[in-house]
Every structure is written in C-alpha cells, then in structure tokens.
C-alpha cells in the first residue's frame, strides 16, 4: 500500500512541475531490502526486491545492476587506474592492490528472479548484466528478486570499514544498484572512482545489527520507539532487550541510499527550516564542541539554501562522522570529523548543497560532474560567507585553480566523461572550478539578478528530473532574452580561453577612445569601467552580436550599451564622451567574473602593486612586486649593502629580479674599467611563438670580480609541459662570463682570467635530481678554439618504501677540453667552481670567513659527487680534471611530521668516483694508462635540516634565494680512501649550507 502510496505521490508531483517537453520521460524504481549485518566478518546478507518501472518508449531485454564493492580487488580496474594515473588520488594509490582477502569487497548474486523466473546473469567487474526472462515493455513494470552476500572492504574511497578515524561501517554503494536507462541507453560504466547516476525511486530498507551500534543515513527511521538511539526520547523506548535490532528506513524521491553505523556513536538532532530534523551523528574521539556546534549552523545553512536557491524537499537531513573526506548522498553526507569549526562546517556546507544538485536535479554525474560540483561549490561558497560574515565576492578564489589549471596546460574540455580524464587534476578542477566559473560568469553575461531568478525557476522546473546543462541554458535564455549557445559551446565543449586586452589609448581632456583586442579565442561580452579623478565613473557593456540583447543594469550600475561586437573582429573602438573630467583608470571587466588569463592588459595604467619589505603578491589582476635593501659582510669584501627587488605575475610570468650591491673591501682590479659593483639584473617572458611552456631568459650578474651575460631559451616538451609524466625539457643559452677582478673568496682565486665566450645546450629526460636523466654540452672559446668545451650526464633513479624512506641511485659522468679552464673543470665532490659561484646561499655563508672552508670544513656537494673529496673538506684536496666518473647510493629517512621537525632528513651514503686529466678515451680510471687505477670511495651518516621550507620563513622566502636554499647538513664520512697522507678525517664533520645545485 505504502508503495501504490508513494507512487501516486510521485506522479502528482510530476503533474504539478510541468513536464518539460511533452516527450520527457524517466525510469523509476521502488526498493525493498533486508539487510544482516554480519559484523565480526565485515560481512553481510541481504534480500532485495526490486519493482522497475519501464516509462520508456522501448522494450527492454537486458538490465543492469552496478555491484560497486567488486572494484575494490587486487588489479580491478580502479586498482589499475590509480596505479597508472599521473596524479593519483591519495587516499587510494596502490592500496587496493595490497589488500589481504580479508580486506577487499565483493558483492555476490546467490539467486536473482523476474516475476519469480529465473533470470541469465554473469558478472564483469562491477557490472551484473542481465538476461531477462521475460522482456519489460514499454510502460510495463517488472519485480526482480534477489539473494546476495556481501564484504564490506577496508576503507580506502568513499564507502568501507575502520576508517582513518575509527568509524567501523560507512555503508555507501554497498547493494545491487540497478543501472540508469535514459533516452542515451543503459549507463554501465564500470566504478574506477568517480561518482554516480541512477533512476529516482524509494527505499524501505530494514537492517539488522547488533544493539550497540548507532545507525544514521539516508531516509526517516520508522521505529524510533523500537530502536531509541537518540531517534525517540528514553521514556518511549523498549527494545526488549534485544541483543540485535532491525532499524527501518524509508525514503521517497531519491535515487541512491547510504549509512553508518559505529558503536561508539553519539547522536543528537536540531530541528531546522520548515520544521525539517537535522541528526548529527559522530564519535566521542572527534572534537566534541566542533561537533555540537554543528546542528546549528547546518539549520541555518539549509536556511540559506531554501531561500536563494530552493526549498530542500525531505524531512531530514544527516550529518555523519565517517568515510574517507567528504561525500554526499541524498538526505545525508558522510565526512571526516577530526576538522576545526571553520572546515567542519565548509564540509558539511558543500556536502548539503549536494542535496540541490546531485539530490533533487540528479544530474549525471559521469558527464555533467561540472554540474554536480561546479554549482554546489557556487551555492555553498555563499552559504559559508553567510554563515561566517565573510567580506568579498565569496567567488572570487575559485579563479586561481581556474588559471593553475590553464597555464599547465592540462585542462580538457567538459564533455570528457569523468572516468576518461587524464589526471585526477584535469577532472577535479574541470568538476569544481569550471563549474562554478561557469555559473558567476553566466552572471557575468546576463547580470546577477537575473542569474539568481534563473537557478530558482532551474530548480523548480527540473526537480527529480535529471536535467543537463542546456536544460539550465535555455532557462536562463528565457529570464534574459538573450541567445546564449555560443556561451555553453565555448566554455563546455572546447578549451578556448578567454584574454580581453586595452590595446591602445587615446586620452584627451572630453572625448577619448580606447582600443579593446580579443586575444584569446573565447568571445565575451565586455564590460568597461572608466573612473575619474573626480571620483565618478561610468560603465560600458559591450554586448556580442550573438547574444541578441544585452545587460541593462545589475544591482544600481545602470550600463552604457555600446554597439555589438562582431565575434570576427578581433579588435574594437570605444568612444569615450567625458566632458570637463580627467580619465583617471580604465579597466576590462572590474567585478572579475570573466575568466581572463590575462588581466596584466585589462587595465590602464599598468596595475603593479609595489609592496616594501613584503613578499610580492602576484594577484590575478595584477603584477606583483617587492623590494628590500640587502646587508651583509665578507672577509674580503668588506661590508656588502644594497638593494633587490623582483616581481611576477601569476605562476613566474614575466618575472624578474634586480639587485645592486656596494662593497667597502679593497679592491685590486687589471681592468681599470671595472668597479667593485656588484649587480644581477634577470628576466623571464613567455616565448609567445613557441607554444606553451616555453620561455626567454636575460640575465646579467657581477660579484667577487666575475660576471656573465647570458640569453636562454627553455621549453618544456609534453602534454602537461613541466608537470607531464613524460616530462622532456630543453634548453639553449649563449653566454659571455669573465672574471675581472681578484676580489673573490678562498678557491675562487683559481679562477681562470679568461674570456669565455659560448652556448649551452641542456636536455632532460623526467626529473634529472630524482627519477630521470640530463645530458648538458658546452661549446665554448677560452682564449684558444673551444678550450672551454664539455658535456656531461647525470641519471637518478629513486626508489621509495612508503612514505618516508627513500632510496635514489645516481650517476655522473662528465668529460671536457684538455685546456679547460679551472672553473669549470670536475671534482670528485661534484661542483666546479662556476657550480660554487652559482650556488649563492653557500657562496653567501663561505664568503664571511675563509676559515669556515678551511677549518670548520664547509662545503657544497654536488648532486651525485662524493661527500669528503674536492676542492674543500676533509679529504684529498684533489687537483680538478677534464673528467668525471662518480656513482651513489643515496638513502634518505624523514620520519617527523611535525612543522618544526618535518625538514629533518637523515641520510646514509656510499659512492665511488673520480676526477682526472688527460683523454677520457685512454686515460679513464680503469684505463691501463691511467697513473692511478683507484677510485675514490666514501661512506657517510648526515643529518640535514630543510629550514628554508619553516612556515617562520613563509613572508620571507620570496624575497630570497638564500633562505629558499637555505638547508643545513651534519656529515660525518666513516669511509674514504686515497686521502693522500691525512689520517685525521675521523675527527672531523663535514658542514654544509646548502647541497642544492
């Protein structure tokens, strides 16, 4: 009866929210379960039938069912996927693969009848595919009845067992969920991660567990007297005694049922808008004043939700301690309780604007996640700036992973179903950024109150209906009157980017005018704001001719409607008429909802936000810098004081830096042109013909009598540039570098006194310091034709075992010109001296005190080169060669995760190397003309501290190269050979600042 009830529920309210087209239909489903809990086994049975009703205009053969917990099994394909994916998600990586045959899931179909037939199935991963007995026709409905034994895995995404924080079962995609037939067919994709899509029904579900465990989820609980728990006051309860209890949910309108249940659950409810009951239900572990807290502000957040954005239409609502993060499922969400108020509360906020989207439009989630996430993410970032009395468009942050996204070039075009992403990255910031962007932006076109009036009547037209986006698009065409396809194929169905620039200007005392260029290749409205010095302003919206119509006024800015610009036409003229004012600023869109990955040319004058003794703040609308006076003082140099600045845009683009330094040290120059001024000059621009990724470097520096002059060229080859999994990075440089001057420190009085003038050539495969291989050439004149020519090659491999032990096996070798200079001849330490001189946080340190090299042993070390041996340290003070050998087992511990402790690394190393003179060919080491056969070979225990990554450092770190290298070692060799006659090196440490070359 309750079911013939429910039904006739249903399709009054179908009648009531008109239909949207006389055509429409969907496929319903009515659930009746009984569930046993077999908790010491993480087992479960159960029994479910099924009534499927066929609204479709087709006859149906087969179903399916998606049995979720299968992918939770060794080499499934979400084990699989995670394993091999670029970026994967860490709650998962490869821990499936790991699971013991007590841990994994597996959900098995005993018996499965149609009508009482027995039915044809077979299992394929999560999929049951079956073979009706009888076709269901359309209009007809059809009853399956099914057996079925179940495991509830360890949890590792979204539903499982024991989780991180101790909750015993969070019961989500835990039955045979029939599959989702629409006008596009049956929807099967097998579960690798992403999330869900299934017909709307009901759910009386009956689960039997034993009586310590607390139960809340989806659905009203229809024995509250039977079960108490909190769900019904202690005078009217009676359990019996009963040791286990059957707990009866029953849920209308939704398309999905989930729980938990844990015996240590504490459980209390509030009563919300429309007398609606909010149970909030968590563990005595988890904050308890967060936690109590929390019923209130999720009333008032559904408050929020009902009168800006719909009325929520069930009578309760669950908030859960349990699963792995955060998830949502209709009348409840399941997420992880150890959080302070603020991300309790954003959670819980974004998981109940779910219930909108996902809940009540049921959107499909495998190819309009954009939907799902996107307008959730919009709704509850307001939400949380009600809740919290936050200042600012609460939009506003969302643009940054937008252009993140967008510079790394990894981005793919929304209609990619969510499975078939490349990176977890791509999907995550296409589903929960686009999205949102999608909607402030379409506010953006068609004004704000417009936009609001629209996601309303979305709302109430499109309830249980799973509408898609051009549903939403053509409701908002009708609130505008404006034709807005264009939009949804640009943003929706390509990556075209968006870039609006102030070409020229033309400013004169009454009429002006201003060039405005479409750079990007995605048409938009433009919105111009002119101020004056006065302090009145006016605003212009330029409408495309394929919108056919325009924004007249948002909020009280009442707009100048400019002529249409034609999307064929990538610039356009704006007369500007301002009789008797001055023109203070003009700028493209100043509420900055358009998605311009560019805003460095939407505004005039420049907009640089100069800042004095702070870090830059590279703002998506403006370039960021800084600058600060430099003090320091060197044995030789005297007293060192001066000034640096630098400045960026967002992600280091078209950044620079400039430095100018004094010294008060005596100075004895051969060139009577030098000074001792000490400067670095560099830039950095994106190489606008040379695709993505790609950049041209200018850098100019002068210290301790040595400067160079160098132009380069860098490019990063791969999908994803820097970030791609095939990383590949190339490099071309032409420099000049010479040493001017015998003001320079300890070693470096070794310095060649010859001009250098060459190329350079890099090319690296992966990540050359930890997992890839880099080949580097020289071509160079010293004075003598190529005397200043190398090459070499570095490989590391890196192996780890768990989180925090590594293992990184490295090799470098290296051979150059008979005549090269001193400065860039190899050590068996592995950095040259051009490596030193380059390396400014340990050439800072050293230049205080000679006798910090030679007496305290301070020293670099180069990547793969030998700890103890080179131009400095404990061991040999071995003359450098024309060419390199060395090997390295590189072992790493960082077991603290405490902010002060986490830089800690502790380190064992062994290698083996050598440096020499003379041919490669005939003179390597192992080579019978070599004067000496044996390789060095050391072996060492470290300790090294990361300070320059300390939080204490966060506003200083961009203002300094010393402190972002800043990294202190402890070395201690136990192990070296050839030390040439010393025999106290066990005596002694080794030192170091910084081992980052």
């Not at 569930?35 to 087969?62: A, C, H, V, W």
């Not at 490019?715 to 010479?738: D, V």
Request: charged share 20%; aromatic share 16%; glycine share 8%.
């Amino acid at each position: 009866m309750k079911s013939l009830l429910t039904f006739a529920f249903v399709c009054i309210n179908m009648v009531a929210f008109a239909q949207p087209s006389a055509h429409y239909w969907q496929q319903r489903v009515s659930y009746d379960m009984d569930i046993n809990m077999l908790e010491d086994k993480n087992q479960y049975e159960g029994k479910q039938r099924l009534t499927y009703f066929n609204n479709s205009p087709d006859t149906l053969y087969k179903v399916y069912y998606h049995l979720y917990f299968n992918a939770f099994q060794p080499n499934s394909m979400m084990d699989k996927r995670s394993r091999e994916i670029l970026d994967p998600d860490g709650r998962v990586r490869d821990r499936i693969y790991h699971l013991s045959d007590e841990e994994i899931g597996f959900q098995k179909v005993n018996s499965l009848t149609q009508n009482g037939k027995l039915t044809e199935f077979k299992i394929e991963e999560t999929t049951l595919e079956v073979t009706l007995a009888e076709p269901i026709l359309p209009g007809a409905e059809t009853v399956f009845e099914m057996d079925f034994h179940a495991q509830v895995p360890l949890q590792i995404r979204r539903s499982g067992r024991d989780n991180a924080e101790g909750v015993r079962f969070s019961m989500t995609q835990w039955y045979p969920k029939m599959a989702e037939y629409d006008e596009n067919g049956w929807h099967t994709s097998p579960y690798i991660g992403r999330e869900f899509y299934a017909p709307y029904g009901e759910f009386n579900v009956k689960i039997t567990i034993d009586s310590s465990y607390t139960i809340g989820g989806t659905g009203v609980l229809q024995n509250p007297t039977e079960i108490g728990h909190g769900y019904a006051p202690q005078s009217d309860v009676n359990t019996n005694g009963k040791s286990r209890l059957t707990w009866h949910f029953y849920a209308h309108n939704v398309h999905d049922f989930a729980w938990a249940a844990d015996p240590e659950f504490q459980h209390y409810s509030v009563k919300g808008p429309n007398n609606i009951d909010v149970h909030v239900i968590f563990q005595h572990t988890a904050p308890q004043a967060n936690w109590l807290k929390l019923g209130e502000y999720t009333a008032k957040a559904i408050q929020y939700m009902n009168e800006n954005f719909g009325v929520y239409p069930y009578e309760q609502f669950t908030v859960i301690q349990g699963g792995d993060g955060g998830m949502e499922y209709p009348m409840t969400t399941l997420i992880t309780g150890h959080r302070s108020l603020g991300s309790l509360v954003g959670v819980t906020a974004h998981e109940l604007a779910h219930m909108w989207y996902y809940g009540v439009l049921g959107f499909n989630e495998s190819y309009y996640s954009w939907m799902d996430e996107g307008f959730t993410e919009y709704s509850s970032s307001e939400v949380m700036a009600a809740l919290f009395n936050q200042k600012g468009d609460p939009h506003a942050r969302t643009y940054g992973s937008y252009l993140f996204l967008k510079y790394r070039q990894m981005e793919e075009p929304l209609t990619t179903h969510s499975d078939q992403y490349e990176t977890n990255t791509a999907y995550s910031t296409a589903a929960y950024t686009y999205g949102h962007i999608f909607l402030n932006q379409l506010s953006y076109i068609v004004g704000q109150d417009v936009m609001r009036k629209s996601l309303l009547r979305f709302f109430n037209e499109w309830k249980f209906k799973h509408p898609d986006g051009e549903d939403l698009i053509h409701i908002v065409e009708k609130e505008s009157g404006m034709v807005l396809d264009w939009y949804y194929d640009h943003w929706i169905k390509s990556t075209h980017t968006i870039d609006y620039a102030i070409s020229k200007t033309s400013i004169k005392p009454n009429n002006s005018s201003i060039t405005l260029k479409r750079v990007g290749d995605h048409p938009m409205p433009v919105d111009v704001y002119v101020q004056y010095k006065d302090g009145s302003y006016d605003f212009y919206t330029i409408p495309l001719v394929s919108q056919r119509g325009e924004k007249r006024f948002e909020g009280n800015v009442v707009y100048t409607i400019a002529k249409d610009w034609p999307w064929t036409h990538p610039e356009y003229n704006l007369e500007l008429n301002h009789p008797g004012k001055q023109i203070e600023r003009i700028e493209i869109d100043p509420t900055l909802r358009m998605a311009d990955i560019n805003r460095l040319n939407n505004t005039w004058p420049f907009p640089n936000d100069k800042k004095f003794m702070q870090p830059a703040q590279a703002y998506w609308n403006s370039y960021g810098s800084s600058w600060r006076p430099q003090f320091w003082f060197g044995e030789q140099a005297g007293v060192i004081a001066g000034y640096r600045a630098y400045g960026n845009y967002i992600f280091d683009q078209y950044a620079y830096e400039a430095s100018f330094r004094l010294t008060s040290g005596s100075v004895s120059n051969y060139d009577a042109k030098q000074t001792d001024v000490d400067y670095t000059f560099k830039l950095s621009l994106p190489s606008k013909y040379s695709g993505k990724s790609a950049t041209i470097n200018f850098e100019a520096k002068r210290y301790y009598g040595v400067f160079q002059n160098e132009l380069s060229f860098d490019k990063y080859i791969g999908p994803y540039g820097a970030w791609s999994k095939k990383r590949r990075f190339f490099s071309f440089s032409l420099f000049h570098q010479e040493r001017t001057a015998d003001r320079t420190i300890g070693l470096f009085d070794a310095w060649d006194r010859f001009t250098v003038v060459g190329a350079r050539l890099a090319y690296e495969i992966g990540n050359p310091e930890s997992n890839g291989i880099k080949l580097n050439s020289q071509i160079a004149s010293s004075g003598k034709l190529l005397g200043a020519s190398y090459s070499s090659l570095t490989a590391n491999k890196t192996f780890d075992f768990g989180h925090t032990f590594s293992t990184r096996l490295g090799l470098n070798v290296a051979t150059g010109s008979t005549l090269l200079p001193v400065q860039y001849r190899f050590t068996a330490s592995g950095p040259s001296l051009d490596g030193m001189w380059n390396n400014p946080t340990w050439f800072s340190v050293a230049n205080i005190d000679a006798s910090l090299t030679n007496d305290l042993h301070l020293v670099p070390t180069g990547n793969n080169g030998l700890i103890g041996y080179g131009l400095s340290g404990i061991g040999s003070t071995d003359i450098p060669g024309n060419n390199h050998f060395s090997a390295v087992i590189w072992n790493e511990w960082t077991p603290f995760s405490s902010k002060w402790m986490k830089p800690t690394t502790f380190e064992f190393v062994t290698g083996l190397g050598r440096s020499w003179n003379g041919n490669f060919i005939d003179d390597q080491p192992f080579g019978k003309n070599s004067a000496d056969k044996t390789l060095l070979a050391s072996m060492f225990v470290g300790l090294s501290y990361d300070a320059g990554s300390l939080p204490m450092f966060n506003r200083w770190r961009p203002q300094s190269t010393f402190i972002q290298n800043l990294e202190f070692s402890l070395r201690m060799p136990f192990y070296m050979n050839g030390l040439q006659g010393r025999s106290d090196w066990n005596t002694f440490l080794l030192f170091g600042v910084s081992n980052n070359f």
